[in-house]
């Protein structure tokens, strides 16, 4: 397999980039509009064609670059199901495996920090999106999240993967790259060790976080596979500016 972790600045999101050495097909999880050129760079670089993006749910900090992947290398969109993205090729289901050449994807349905959200396990490595983070998880105050499922999501799903899975979460704020399922159920601060469900929604209650500067934006332009709002303000611009300058328009 080969594999590449990306980094995109402003959203603090990571993006993986999953070859298959027999087929030459790839795949992007939770690739970022404004780091398209990047990726496709890498990937030809690497000898790779894109066969699809996947997302792990419907994002609030960034637009997708679905949408313009498909638009500029003729990639197929994926997407959980559960978050209802009507313009996704593929629709992603938990019991289902996802198979790209010789790789096999199993999505878990990994509800809390959005109703729909996925995480996607392919051997060793767990790409846990926003519901899992290294020594974190996602907020669950908006876009139908959900505490109680969170808990369940991590404790009950992730928390059962073999303690050596290598957790690859969709950011980190501290420059942390990887962590693995036996030390995010020692040292996560909400909900490892013995922490309750009682205890958990407490933490997740009082995190007394600021509103999303660009979920207005992001979340529409998401459930659409990465479209940008003409309306997008001035100050917001960079978080498109792939779309902007993109060839297709």
Request: a negative charge.
């Given at each position: 397999?080969?594999?590449?972790?990306l980094f995109e600045p402003l959203s603090s999101t990571y993006t993986y980039l999953i070859g298959c050495p027999d087929t030459g097909q790839a795949v992007l999880i939770d690739p970022v509009i404004a780091t398209m050129d990047r990726d496709l760079a890498e990937l030809g670089r690497l000898g790779l064609t894109l066969a699809y993006s996947i997302d792990t749910h419907v994002h609030a900090?960034?637009?997708?670059?679905?949408?313009?992947?498909?638009?500029?290398?003729?990639?197929?969109?994926?997407?959980?199901?559960?978050?209802?993205?009507?313009?996704?090729?593929?629709?992603?289901?938990?019991?289902?495996?996802?198979?790209v050449g010789s790789m096999e994807f199993q999505p878990l349905h990994t509800p809390g920090h959005t109703s729909g959200h996925f995480t996607y396990v392919l051997g060793e490595r767990a790409f846990t999106g926003d519901a899992l983070l290294i020594?974190?998880?996602?907020?669950?105050?908006?876009?139908?999240?959900?505490?109680?499922?969170?808990y369940h999501s991590v404790r009950g799903k992730l928390f059962a993967l073999p303690d050596d899975t290598l957790v690859y979460p969709a950011h980190d704020y501290q420059e942390r790259r990887v962590s693995t399922v036996m030390q995010e159920k020692k040292r996560n601060p909400r909900l490892g060790g013995d922490r309750t469900i009682e205890e958990f929604r407490l933490i997740m209650a009082n995190l007394n976080l600021p509103y999303p500067k660009f979920i207005d934006?992001?979340?529409?332009?998401n459930k659409q596979c990465g479209v940008?709002?003409?309306?997008?303000?001035?100050?917001?611009?960079?978080?498109?500016?792939?779309?902007?300058?993109s060839r297709q328009g």
């Open positions: 397999m080969i594999f590449r972790q900090d960034h637009i997708t670059a679905a949408l313009e992947l498909k638009k500029r290398v003729g990639s197929a969109i994926a997407a959980p199901a559960a978050e209802r993205v009507a313009c996704a090729d593929v629709q992603l289901e938990e019991g289902k495996p996802f198979r020594e974190g998880c996602g907020r669950t105050d908006f876009q139908q999240g959900d505490a109680d499922a969170l934006y992001a979340v529409p332009g940008c709002p003409a309306d997008l303000p001035e100050n917001l611009g960079k978080y498109c500016e792939q779309m902007t300058e």
